[in-house]
């Protein structure tokens, strides 16, 4: 069984880390590291970061994939 110190651990390691990285590195199915993930981000010690505006230069508003572009990265506060 994980930590939340090795989520954690794993995130300062990349600088930043999606679920899917988390999950295959840590082998570990995606709604535990999801969980995890969550409560790093309320203890604060973790951010969420929308990279999908990179894609476009703007927003997924102006996207016309707008529904499949989404992503979101987690980093250290």
């Keep these: 069984m994980i930590s939340l110190l090795q989520v954690r651990d794993l995130i300062a390691l990349y600088g930043q880390a999606d679920i899917a990285l988390l999950s295959e590195q840590l082998n570990t199915p995606t709604p535990m590291i999801k969980a995890m993930v969550e409560k790093l981000e309320s203890l604060g010690k973790i951010e969420q970061v929308d990279i999908s505006a990179c894609l476009t230069g703007s927003s997924c508003k102006g996207c016309p994939e ?4 989404a992503h979101f990265v987690y980093k250290m506060k």
Excluded: G, L, N, P
């Design 66 to 69: 707008s529904t499949d572009c």
